[in-house]
Structure formats: structure tokens, C-alpha cells
């Protein structure tokens, strides 16, 4: 999304405020948490509503490595998770995770209400997102990447070819990426990353387009018989994705975010999920 669209929504933020304690969003009994006794941060709304009272409630798709996904012990863990985490802990709240959802319920979900306060999944902030949801400010810098099998020598021209069967996550910019730029192509899309990329293995598909860091990830853990042949330079950037009733807790969020960004947390995270600050 352009700079220009943050801007303009974040300038009609207080308007909407006025409005985000008119109800409770969704069946339970949503927590009122008053901002200024859980944290000493300053939020540009008094309050926010919680799904369950002093817990930050995730929602995410669980295949997403180093993003988020489930270890060998079958806990959730990742980039995002971590983050999560520093963010529940500066506003004095506990984090919780939904089990696995796909990844084009997350936005319907939180648009919502009522079972996930936020969905930190690697997300890319886009326009047509924050028409349904709100998007903290950005905190990861991601590109897109083709992968096919190593010393395939294919890449955006060879596949756009009626026959190639390109795979893709099902609504990741990924998938937009590909409905836009290989037109000739046939588009696979799957609910889940690691299946499109065994079917490259096998030989069932050619291609998956799909985030960079990820494709990076897992080509090292796991496929060593595939290669990142194209780096698509999208200038995506990933946010939180917040209900749109629930202006307080955006605020919340972007204030936490901030502190973390100040005193080091971020960089900590990043070293030990990339190896660098520099991502
Ligand atoms: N960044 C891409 C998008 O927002 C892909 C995100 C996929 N995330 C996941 N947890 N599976 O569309």
C-alpha cells in the first residue's frame, strides 16, 4: 500500500474512536481493559476490548516458517509469535493462539470479531485489507519469490506458458502476484505451503510464488531439491491486522510496537530468527 493511504487513515482514527465503545463485537463477553492500568504507554484511545479478559488472542494460518509455525513439540512458535509476545508483555496481557486457520479466513475473522483480537501472520498490509480491517504500523519488509526445482532455469517468462502449473498459497499476495503476471499460466492454489512445495518435488507442479524469507526458510530446512530461481521485488510490508471496532487496542498495539522497536526487543527477535537485524 502507498505511504499517502496510511496517512489518510490514520488521520480519520479519532473520528472513528468516538465510536469503538459503542458495542461489544462478537457472542462472549468482550473485556474492557483500561489502557493506562496495564501499561505505562500512552494510547490515543482510553480503552480497548479484549476477547478474554488480559489476553492478547492470535489468529493466524500455522504453516508459515520462520513466521509462525508448529515445532516437533507441537507448540506454536516463530518471528511472530515471539513478537506477539513482546507486544502482550508490554501491555501486561498473556498471549494465546487460536488452533491453525486458513489463511484467507484471517481477515474475515477479525473483521468479525469476537474470537481473535489480532492476526500477526506474516500479513501484508495492502489496500484491499484495510478496507476490512485495520493494520498496525509496518514492522517487516518482505518480497516475493518464485521456487522451482534447483537447475530448473525457470523463472517469470519461461512460466508464463499455458501447461506450467504455478502454485500458491490461497490469498497471498503470492496468488495475486501471479493472476496478475502470468496470465498463460495455470494457478494452483493450496491452503497449505509445504504441500506446494512437496508437489514441485514430485514433479506435479513447476512453480510456487510465494514470501521470500519463507521460500528462503524452508528450501534450507526441508527442500534442498529446490531453489529460489526469481526474487520479485513487491515491497511488501507485513502489519497486524485489528478490527476496525477496535481503534484502542490498534493504538495499544502501535505504542507497544514502538517501545519494542526503542529498546532492542525487535532487533533481539530478528537476530535470532534471520541471523540479522538487517531484514
Ligand atoms: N505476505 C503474504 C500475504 O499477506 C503471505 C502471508 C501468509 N501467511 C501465513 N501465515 N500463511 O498475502
Redesign the pocket.
Given at each position: 500500500m502507498t505511504s499517502m493511504t496510511r496517512r489518510n487513515f490514520f488521520a480519520t482514527l479519532g473520528a472513528a474512536g468516538a465510536l469503538a465503545l459503542a458495542g461489544c463485537n462478537g457472542s462472549g463477553e468482550p473485556a474492557q481493559t483500561t489502557g493506562d492500568q496495564t501499561t505505562d504507554q500512552t494510547t490515543d484511545e482510553a480503552s480497548y476490548t479484549l476477547v478474554k479478559e488480559g489476553v492478547l488472542t492470535n489468529v493466524?494460518?500455522?504453516?508459515?516458517a520462520p513466521?509462525?509455525y508448529i515445532d516437533e513439540d507441537g507448540n506454536t512458535v516463530g518471528f511472530d509469535v515471539d513478537l506477539s509476545n513482546a507486544l502482550a508483555e508490554k501491555l501486561g496481557l498473556t498471549c494465546e493462539w487460536l488452533p491453525n486457520q486458513a489463511?484467507d479466513t484471517l481477515v474475515p475473522t477479525i473483521q468479525q470479531g469476537g474470537k481473535a483480537d489480532i492476526s500477526i501472520?506474516?500479513?501484508?498490509i495492502s489496500d484491499e485489507r484495510l478496507e476490512q480491517v485495520d493494520f498496525s504500523d509496518p514492522y517487516l519488509n518482505?518480497n516475493q519469490g518464485i521456487v522451482a526445482a534447483a537447475g530448473s532455469d525457470l523463472n517469470s517468462e519461461s512460466l508464463n506458458a499455458e501447461g506450467m502449473q504455478v502454485a500458491c498459497?490461497t490469498?497471498?499476495?503470492?496468488d495475486e502476484w501471479i493472476s496478475e503476471n502470468l496470465p498463460n499460466a495455470t494457478k494452483v492454489p493450496l491452503a497449505d505451503?509445504t504441500a506446494a512445495l512437496m508437489g514441485i518435488s514430485t514433479g506435479l507442479y513447476n512453480a510456487m510464488v510465494i514470501?521470500l524469507p519463507v521460500a528462503q526458510n524452508m528450501i534450507a530446512e526441508s527442500f534442498s531439491d529446490l531453489e529460489v530461481v526469481e526474487e520479485i521485488p513487491t515491497g511488501?510490508q507485513?502489519g497486524i491486522a485489528v478490527s476496525k471496532d477496535n481503534p484502542g487496542l490498534l493504538a495499544a498495539i502501535n505504542d507497544a510496537l514502538a517501545a519494542i522497536e526503542e529498546d532492542g526487543t525487535m532487533d533481539e527477535i530478528k537476530q535470532k530468527w534471520f541471523g540479522t537485524t538487517e531484514i
Open positions: 493466524a494460518e500455522l504453516g508459515f513466521f509462525e489463511f501472520a506474516g500479513m501484508t518482505s498459497q490469498g497471498t499476495t503470492g505451503v514470501d511488501e507485513y
